[in-house]
Nanobody, 124 residues
Framework: QVQLVESGGGLVQAGDSLRVSCAAS????????MGWFRRAPGKEREFVAH????????IYADSVKGRFTISRDNSKNTVYLQMNNLKPEDTAVYYC?????????????????WGQGTQVTVSS
């Protein structure tokens, strides 16, 4: 069984950059596509980014396109989310998750194992 642990969140100012990580254990994540989601206070969980098993294909939510980059290092069993030019509206708990689906997915119901999340707070 795969376990996911996010890290790297914190308090930053608008315009800053931050990289959050998702370390997997229990099984190699190379068999899975991976995704990042976030939940802001009082809002529904929303899709942020998806990366294919090999890492050669990515998709992003419109709200983060051009600012965020998802990547993975299968040798380290880790997925990353590089966040640049952060905005106060990016404040949320960020979660990583894996999916068995081979096609790109944005629906959280298509994802299985989830991490506990890491808080990202962007001050104005």
């Amino acid at each position: 069984q795969v376990q996911l642990v996010e890290s790297g969140g914190g308090l930053v100012q608008a315009g800053d950059s931050l990289r959050v990580s998702c370390a997997a254990s229990g099984r190699a994540i190379s068999s899975f596509a991976m995704g990042w989601f976030r939940r802001a206070p009082g809002k529904e969980r929303e899709f942020v980014a998806h990366i294919s098993r090999s890492g050669d294909s990515t998709i992003y939510a419109d709200s983060v396109k051009g600012r965020f980059t998802i990547s993975r290092d299968n040798s380290k069993n880790t997925v990353y989310l590089q966040m640049n030019n952060l905005k106060p509206e990016d404040t949320a708990v960020y979660y990583c998750a894996l999916t068995w689906y081979y096609t790109p997915q944005t629906d959280p119901e298509k994802f299985e194992t989830w991490g506990q999340g890491t808080q990202v707070t962007v001050s104005s």
